[in-house]
């Protein structure tokens, strides 16, 4: 999948945020929708995004991280993972 954005934006947003809006389209699209949309849409991904939206999904469905998804994955997410 294309996606475009400004040099501008690119230049002046940093790590995550910058992730975010590279990918801030196809993660729209997603939004509220059944299952089937949501695989074409990541079908539609080169790997490397692939990567960065499961990245950015994850992110935005745990409370610290990935920590607390690989932890709640392994042990069916019956345990709060808290970093210090």
Same mark, same amino acid.
């Given at each position: 999948?294309?996606? !475009? $954005?400004?040099?501008?934006? @690119?230049?002046?947003?940093? %790590?995550? !945020? /910058? @992730? ?15 299952? !089937? ?7 539609? /991904?080169?790997?490397?995004?692939? $990567?960065?939206?499961? /990245? ?5 469905? #745990?409370? #610290? =991280?990935? /920590?607390? @998804?690989?932890? =709640?994955?392994? @042990? %069916? %997410? ?7």
């Amino acid at each position: 999948m294309k996606l !475009e $954005i400004s040099k501008r934006i @690119f230049e002046s947003l940093k %790590g995550l !945020e /910058l @992730f975010q809006e590279i990918l801030r389209d196809p993660i729209n699209q997603v939004k509220g929708k059944n299952i !089937e949309i949501k695989k074409k849409v990541y079908e539609r /991904l080169s790997s490397n995004q692939k $990567i960065l939206f499961s /990245l950015l999904l994850m992110l935005a469905h #745990t409370k #610290t =991280g990935w /920590l607390e @998804f690989y932890h =709640g994955a392994l @042990f %069916g %997410g019956g345990y709060d993972v808290i970093l210090v």
